[in-house]
């Protein structure tokens, strides 16, 4: 393990407390609970966290340092400072589905255009505190972006760990930062399970998602304060957000109940919906099966950024649907490209598959009347349509090609 301070100085976080049996830790490079080996997570005591503190704060997710496992000072080292990204009123998709208020919570603004941006920044500041030296990760292609960034940024080494047949955009934005680039025969399932080995060698890397994970886990819940923040300190009554691994959904429902606690914002019901491909949806067969287990797949989907076949927060993605009154939903590739299409179409806004496959989530559940079309409804883009061109090229075609001449232009009937 890294030789981490005695006591790390990670701001509000207190202690690593596990997430089944509820046994504590201390805060160091520690993932899973010696007692039961489930999951870990933070532990913390907020003081001082207001409103105003936070309005005081940067244009960035470290507004909320008083609310993250980072240290007090993270604003003065070199870091991409992810956040504040736009909450987007989609009128006219809103009216397309038939809902009467929805927004977007585009997080394709990031540095590397994708919501990875947040989860890296905040496990970068907790791994140079806990005294790691190498940021690493296995990743399905943003997450290697954002690591490869911020390392670049930081100034240290990044070591990433992706499928061989990922997007190319992605491979080329990952390669173009200089750091150690691996690209590993088999699905992300494959890759993740190395990286855990390396993991186990190679004291001194950080892998974000993988000996870091608790910290780099609460990235995510900078996008529920800011959504609750942006909507003028209240909740939305519904969500929809893409499930991977599932720990975006479960930390944005975190964020929601720590600003309800915090009094930050009124305590209201909110429901959550979790939108995955159907090429790879072991999370909506559970919830449809009404299983509490879910059952490893292997990925067949364009959505490679969400392909997980074995989802760690899976479990408690049904928790947090189940509790809210929400559901977990699927939907299939072709859904997922008219998803990608419509977004664009009514809003300007081109999202990657992740995002195809929300939009069209969210269609879904409109139409089943699982989702109420009264009330008012966020749904996340986690990234940039720039990155799975592959996705839309076959249907993103000119509408014609003509001569350089008014005659020409005439004969097309495009006026």
């Known amino acids: 393990m890294a030789q981490s301070p005695a006591t790390p100085a990670l701001g509000p976080a207190k202690a690593l407390v596990c997430r089944e049996c509820g046994a504590s830790a201390e805060l160091g490079p520690h993932y899973a609970c010696e007692e039961c080996f489930g999951p870990l997570e933070i532990s913390y005591d907020f003081s001082g966290v207001t409103r105003a503190g936070i309005e005081a704060g940067p244009q960035n997710i470290w507004r909320y340092r008083g609310l993250l496992p980072v240290p007090p000072h993270v604003i003065d080292t070199p870091n991409t400072e992810p956040g504040c990204t736009r909450l987007v009123r989609a009128d006219q998709l809103a009216e397309s589905l038939g809902i009467r208020a929805l927004w977007v919570k585009d997080d394709s603004g990031n540095p590397t255009h994708s919501f990875k941006d947040r989860v890296v920044a905040v496990a970068l500041a907790a791994a140079r505190e806990?005294?790691?030296k190498v940021l690493a990760c296995p990743s399905t292609g943003n997450l290697a972006n954002a690591v490869a960034a911020a390392a670049a940024r930081a100034g240290i080494r990044s070591a990433v760990f992706v499928p061989s047949n990922l997007e190319e955009q992605k491979i080329i934005t990952t390669a173009v930062y200089g750091g150690t680039f691996v690209t590993v025969e088999g699905n992300y399932d494959d890759v993740n399970r190395l990286a855990s080995e390396i993991a186990g060698e190679q004291d001194d890397w950080a892998f974000v998602n993988v000996n870091v994970r608790p910290y780099y886990a609460e990235g995510s819940k900078?996008?529920?304060?800011?959504?609750?923040?942006?909507l003028g300190w209240r909740l939305p009554d519904q969500i929809v957000v893409p499930v991977a691994s599932g720990s975006q959904l479960t930390k944005?429902?975190?964020?929601?109940?720590?600003f309800i606690k915090l009094g930050l914002v009124e305590d209201k019901p909110y429901r959550v919906f979790g939108a995955q491909a159907l090429g790879c949806s072991p999370v909506a067969a559970a919830f449809k099966a009404g299983h509490d287990v879910v059952r490893p797949v292997k990925p067949d989907t364009i959505a490679k950024s969400l392909a997980i076949g074995n989802p760690a927060d899976g479990p408690y993605v049904l928790d947090v649907a189940r509790?809210?009154?929400g559901a977990v939903e699927d939907v299939t590739d072709a859904e997922v490209v008219e998803g990608i299409q419509l977004l664009a179409r009514t809003e300007g806004i081109f999202g990657e598959t992740a995002g195809g496959v929300t939009v069209a989530t969210l269609r879904k559940l409109v139409r089943s009347g699982l989702l109420d079309p009264d009330a008012e409804t966020v749904i996340i883009n986690s990234g940039d349509g720039l990155k799975t061109l592959n996705a839309v090229a076959p249907v993103a075609r000119p509408s014609a090609?003509?001569?350089?001449t008014l005659e020409a232009f005439r004969a097309s009937g495009l006026a």
């Open 401 to 404: 090609q003509i001569a350089p």
């Open 130 to 132: 806990l005294g790691f």
């Open 252 to 258: 944005i429902d975190k964020a929601f109940q720590e």
């Open 222 to 230: 900078t996008l529920g304060y800011e959504i609750a923040e942006q």
């Open 323 to 325: 509790r809210t009154g």
